[in-house]
């Protein structure tokens, strides 16, 4: 029938349940590929474009084809009012985000940064496209329980491609925006009680104590560009801390 067992390959690349094996290859095509040992088999992504190779409506993605319309409606109407995502167009977004956070698993793993930040970039961007134009109240919400993941794994992606770049504050930086960030979205659920237990901030809060393990103790740097990323974050009760934080450290120079 022309069908390949896959038993071969699955035998020679063992599954191993406590981790994420992920390993890169070139297609016959000569197109690179990625490639996710899972419980029951290899999933296999396209490296560039949509993860599963297809071009939605002709376009790089159903995010690309959606904002497309949505520039369209706005030309011709000058506003984006009345502009709006079915049920059956947001479950598609949502099964594309899906896709796209597989890759960015496997693209984090080969530690490829920058590849990273554009995969959580896609998928920060479905998320507000469903939020503000889904035509059903829970379309709207439906995604917003992973954003806090997303925005932790793109400022993750930011501070190690700094790290790599031999820029620890510029990723010190990184982290302080995704925190803040991450306690934004907490607070615009009304549930910013609850934002120092979760896990998405502790783990960046680790992060950022292994990046600093990298940074003179006595440089005001770090805590200079925080004070920007909490000032563009409209941060301004952090702001104020690290305006505080830099006083002292001066005082004490003095």
Same mark, same amino acid.
């Given at each position: 029938? @022309?069908?390949?067992?896959?038993?071969?390959?699955?035998?020679?690349?063992?599954?191993?349940?406590?981790?994420?094996?992920?390993?890169?290859?070139?297609?016959?095509?000569?197109?690179?590929?990625?490639?996710?040992?899972? #419980?029951?088999?290899?999933?296999?992504?396209?490296?560039?474009?949509?993860?599963? @190779?297809?071009?939605? &409506?002709?376009?790089?993605?159903?995010?690309?084809?959606?904002?497309?319309?949505?520039?369209?409606?706005?030309?011709?109407?000058?506003?984006?009012?009345?502009?709006?995502?079915?049920?059956?167009?947001?479950?598609?977004?949502?099964?594309?985000?899906? +896709?796209?956070?597989?890759?960015?698993?496997?693209?984090?793993?080969?530690?490829?940064?920058?590849?990273?930040?554009?995969?959580?970039?896609?998928?920060?961007?479905? &998320?507000?496209?469903?939020?503000?134009?889904?035509? $059903?109240?829970? =379309?709207?919400?439906?995604?917003? #329980?992973?954003?806090?993941?997303?925005?932790?794994?793109?400022?993750?992606?930011?501070?190690?491609?700094?790290? $790599?770049? @031999? $820029?620890?504050?510029?990723? +010190?930086?990184?982290?302080?925006?995704?925190?803040?960030?991450?306690?934004?979205?907490?607070?615009?659920? @009304?549930?910013?009680?609850?934002?120092?237990?979760?896990? #998405?901030?502790?783990?960046?809060? $680790? +992060?950022?104590?292994?990046?600093?393990?990298?940074?003179?103790?006595?440089?005001?740097?770090?805590?200079?560009?925080?004070?920007?990323?909490?000032?563009?974050?409209?941060? &301004?009760?952090?702001?104020?801390?690290?305006? =505080?934080?830099?006083?002292?450290?001066?005082?004490?120079?003095?």
């Amino acid at each position: 029938m @022309g069908y390949i067992d896959l038993q071969a390959t699955l035998r020679d690349w063992p599954y191993e349940p406590e981790k994420i094996s992920v390993r890169k290859i070139l297609g016959t095509d000569g197109a690179v590929r990625i490639q996710m040992r899972v #419980e029951l088999g290899v999933i296999q992504m396209d490296a560039e474009g949509r993860p599963d @190779g297809t071009r939605p &409506f002709g376009s790089d993605s159903l995010l690309v084809y959606h904002q497309h319309r949505l520039t369209k409606f706005q030309e011709r109407n000058g506003t984006s009012l009345g502009f709006t995502l079915s049920r059956a167009e947001c479950e598609a977004l949502r099964a594309e985000a899906s +896709l796209f956070y597989r890759r960015y698993i496997a693209l984090f793993v080969l530690e490829e940064f920058p590849a990273v930040l554009r995969d959580t970039g896609h998928s920060l961007a479905v &998320f507000d496209l469903c939020r503000e134009y889904a035509a $059903e109240a829970d =379309d709207r919400t439906a995604l917003e #329980e992973f954003r806090p993941y997303v925005i932790m794994m793109n400022a993750r992606a930011q501070a190690y491609q700094a790290i $790599e770049d @031999g $820029e620890a504050a510029s990723a +010190l930086a990184h982290v302080h925006r995704g925190i803040m960030e991450i306690k934004a979205h907490h607070t615009s659920q @009304g549930k910013e009680e609850t934002a120092e237990q979760c896990e #998405e901030i502790k783990i960046l809060k $680790e +992060l950022g104590q292994e990046v600093r393990s990298l940074i003179p103790e006595d440089s005001l740097v770090v805590t200079r560009k925080a004070l920007r990323a909490a000032i563009a974050a409209e941060q &301004f009760e952090e702001a104020a801390r690290l305006r =505080d934080e830099i006083k002292n450290a001066r005082a004490k120079k003095d």
